[in-house]
């Protein structure tokens, strides 16, 4: 009885742990922020698009690199949808429970283990140049290019969580579909498509949120202009790259600048992922 | 007390005015129930889904309380010593159980199932202790001739009724004075089911046994005594013959014939 | 919504036409979401496999002097990754010893406590730790290690980083592996009077332990590749390293330098087909385990 005490003790002791990392990190976070947000007030910060190191008249905004993340992973979430779906339908519909479907699900799991930086390389110098030859986007870093790589960075995370909710849609609603005369196609959009929609949306969510904090590959493709972005190919920065590129030069309080940056990104990601999580509990 | 419960005189268990509930106080899985078990006998315990026959066989070894929020009053004495006193590792190396499904340990091997009683309770024996207890436990179960072969050898190729009986061989290695089944042949075909219910019949010379049993044919073939719950109630308790012709409680009669259950 | 169907009986060659294309576009758009790791493997294949020689494992990075005359002669860049080989060991290493304990108990902890309250405020905030972009868990061991602990950067801050990273993937994979064990399995022990701490290590633990071994691989391939984090926390070093408190070089670090240094190109294929042939590597034996497992 005694033994059993003290393993649950152990065990609460090291789910305490969890807390201390969070507590850790706000407590952090936020005492690192605080002088630029007390430097330029907490919205002026938020809002503001300046961003200027010249010494002297030093003044600090978030707001391109807000911009920057928010319009890079929405395209990046654009571009991935039809093709992430389409390979769930093709997985986990048409060739279900296929060799070919195993090696296609395969393929797109590897796509999960390439690191960040190896996508930024391969970008760099393979996708970068085909997009500087459209003739937009001058060498071809830019928005475009890093949506483009982010989209097939969260490829995998998509349609792992799709093919999951499509499969679980029950055989016997499709089958009576099929029994009235419905095409495949006419399955998928009435019967599969509304059944699994709230998962599908959790999925892209989830997705969404890894867009968000990617790092390195963007860094390598975006063009690290400190501006809000004016079009799909003019150059910008995300609130994760400002933070790789300028982190190493950064002192007083540029260097508080980036910490609120992150303590920014790191709210809205864990707000992002939380109700992706949300919905995908209601639905299982 | 009522003519519709069985006495006996020295008996190995005795369960007093036991009552558990789940959650709330007032919904008792077990009601208020009293009664003794014989020394080496069978007693079989029936009753429909539901009844309490599960929780009150788990009350004996105090395997209810892993579930959360459990409320037990009454008592329960193994040979006139308390088992709410003692500790849970003695009171349940003194009582062995057996359950519906075969559950050897899936990263042991064969002997190490069966010893695993001790090796698990920290008991330092020598090697070859640890040999006679594993031999004579098979030996008892009529597994040992099947797999004197394979004793290094993880249990998972053994069929559902060797691998139940590699079980209750597991139960036996500390030589208990109660063993508890919890419908041990449920999972298994009939030709391994005969061969247990031929092993239980054997066994019941040095060991008490209880059995829950959905199985009204078997409880009727190997028990000597036999008790019926309905919801949570000791309805009737009886000798498994008496009981079977001449059942005292219409609500016996009922379950016996197929009104219900 | 049958109703809808049976009205749209009428044209149904139109119907089996939009059917096939469909299908068609489905095959077309799977084809082309391939393409790319097809095309990265390739790349680094193609462009990384002559640098890799011995020494490209048991040297460290050559100076820029020496790459740019190797280059110039059309040689190979002499030297290797040795200095980043051996603090990715390192790192990983120091991180997995601090983080797999803890979240193996706070992973049987949760599976211990299902539907308690505290129980499901640690899995939420377990579940957002795993969504923390990994340069933010940089400049948190910034912080807490670098300012904190080691005055400098230090291997030891990278670890941390990355420790923060394995932790929700390992809590979660165990709390999935202790559900899937039989709870008969756990009860036999009870039965047995075994002890609940024995139960956890000598029955549980063993029971899953090609799943937990799973989770534990998968997670460090996750954190194998991180760059973010290590640049903000160990900095680099263009010797081997191994005093855990001293700036330490890795390969994703090396594959940055090389890539910002215009005279090592070359290296930069053959750390990438390194690395990435590395986390691959881990992350089929952690599936094949798996596999063989269920």
């Known amino acids: 009885m005694k033994s059993e005490k003290i393993t649950k003790l152990v065990l609460v002791i090291a789910s305490v742990v969890i807390l201390l990392i969070f507590a850790g990190m706000a407590y952090s976070m936020i005492k690192g922020a605080i002088p630029a947000f007390k430097e330029f007030g907490l919205f002026r910060f938020i809002l503001s698009t300046e961003w200027d190191p010249t010494e002297g008249k030093e003044s600090y905004g978030a707001m391109p690199f807000i911009a920057g993340t928010v319009i890079t992973s929405l395209l990046a979430l654009i571009i991935c949808f039809p093709l992430a779906f389409s390979t769930s339908l093709f997985i986990a519909e048409y060739f279900r429970k296929t060799k070919i479907a195993t090696v296609l699900s395969t393929l797109v799991d590897l796509l999960a283990g390439v690191p960040s930086i190896v996508y930024g390389l391969w970008g760099f110098y393979t996708l970068r140049p085909l997009i500087a030859e459209l003739g937009y986007a001058g060498q071809g870093y830019g928005i475009f290019t890093s949506g483009l790589i982010l989209a097939i960075m969260i490829i995998p995370y998509a349609t792992s969580i799709s093919n999951e909710i499509i499969s679980m849609v029950p055989n016997e609603l499709k089958e009576a579909a099929y029994s009235l005369g419905a095409t495949r196609m006419e399955v998928i959009f009435s019967v599969i498509l509304p059944n699994a929609r709230s998962g599908l949306v959790a999925g892209y969510i989830l997705a969404l949120g890894r867009a968000l904090g990617e790092t390195m590959a963007v860094t390598m493709l975006i063009g690290n202009a400190n501006i809000i972005p004016k079009g799909l190919f003019s150059p910008g920065n995300t609130m994760a790259s400002v933070i790789a590129n300028q982190f190493g030069e950064a002192d007083g309080i540029k260097l508080s600048a980036l910490i609120a940056i992150g303590l920014l990104l790191f709210a809205v990601t864990a707000i992002v992922n939380f109700i992706g999580k949300i919905i995908i509990r209601k639905y299982a | 007390m009522s003519d519709k419960i069985l006495q006996i005189t020295n008996p190995v268990l005795s369960i007093s005015n036991l009552s558990i509930a789940y959650g709330k106080k007032d919904k008792l899985a077990v009601k208020d129930v009293s009664a003794d078990v014989k020394r080496n006998n069978i007693t079989a315990i029936m009753g429909p889904s539901g009844c309490g026959k599960s929780t009150l066989l788990r009350a004996i070894n105090r395997m209810h309380e892993l579930y959360p929020n459990i409320h037990t009053e009454g008592e329960i004495k193994l040979n006139g010593e308390t088992i709410y006193e003692m500790s849970t590792s003695k009171l349940r190396r003194k009582i062995g159980m057996v359950f519906q499904r075969p559950n050897p340990f899936p990263t042991m091997s064969i002997y190490e199932n069966v010893i695993a009683g001790y090796d698990l309770n920290g008991s330092k024996l020598k090697k070859n202790e640890k040999d006679e207890i594993v031999e004579t436990s098979l030996h008892d179960v009529g597994l040992f001739e099947e797999v004197k072969d394979s004793l290094n050898k993880k249990g998972n190729f053994l069929s559902g009724g060797q691998q139940q009986r590699l079980c209750i061989a597991r139960a036996l290695a500390f030589k208990p004075e109660v063993i508890l089944m919890d419908e041990p042949t449920s999972a298994l075909d009939p030709l391994s089911t005969a061969k247990i219910e031929d092993l239980l019949v054997e066994l019941k010379v040095h060991y008490s046994i209880i059995l829950v049993t959905h199985n009204m044919s078997q409880a009727a073939r190997i028990s000597d005594n036999a008790m019926f719950m309905y919801l949570g109630e000791l309805v009737e308790y009886d000798k498994t013959k008496t009981m079977f012709t001449n059942p005292k409680d219409p609500r016996t009669e009922g379950y016996l014939t197929g009104k219900f259950g | ?294």
């Open chain 3, 1 to 294: 919504m049958e109703k809808a169907l049976i009205n749209k009986n009428e044209g149904s060659n139109w119907r089996e036409l939009k059917n096939k294309l469909f299908f068609g576009l489905v095959i077309v758009l799977s084809g082309i979401t391939i393409m790319p790791i097809l095309l990265i493997v390739y790349k680094l294949l193609s462009k990384g496999l002559r640098q890799i020689n011995l020494d490209f494992f048991f040297k460290v990075a050559p100076d820029t002097l020496q790459a740019m005359s190797a280059v110039q002669s059309g040689e190979i860049i002499p030297g290797g990754i040795a200095n980043g080989i051996t603090g990715t060991l390192l790192m990983v290493a120091v991180a997995s010893l601090i983080a797999i304990p803890v979240s193996i108990l706070i992973g049987i902890f949760l599976y211990e406590n299902p539907g308690k309250k505290y129980a499901s405020l640690i899995r939420n905030l377990t579940d957002i730790l795993q969504g923390v972009p990994s340069v933010v868990l940089g400049l948190i061991a910034y912080f807490w290690i670098v300012k904190g602990v080691t005055n400098g950067f230090s291997a030891l801050a990278g670890s941390v980083a990355l420790s923060i990273m394995m932790l929700p993937l390992i809590i979660r994979s165990t709390e999935e592996t202790m559900k899937m064990i039989p709870v008969s399995i756990k009860e036999a022990g009870a039965a047995l009077g075994v002890p609940y701490h024995r139960i956890i290590f000598k029955i549980m633990i063993p029971s899953g332990f090609s799943g937990l071994m799973t989770g534990i691989l998968l997670s460090i391939s996750r954190v194998l590749g991180e760059t973010a984090p290590l640049m903000l926390t160990t900095l680099g070093n263009r010797a081997i390293n191994f005093n855990i408190t001293k700036p330490t070089s890795a390969v994703p670090l090396q594959i940055w330098e090389f890539y910002n240094n215009p005279n090592m190109i070359d290296l930069v294929w053959s750390s990438s087909l390194f690395l990435v042939g590395f986390v691959l590597t881990l992350n089929i034996i952690a599936k094949r385990i798996s596999t063989k497992y269920s």
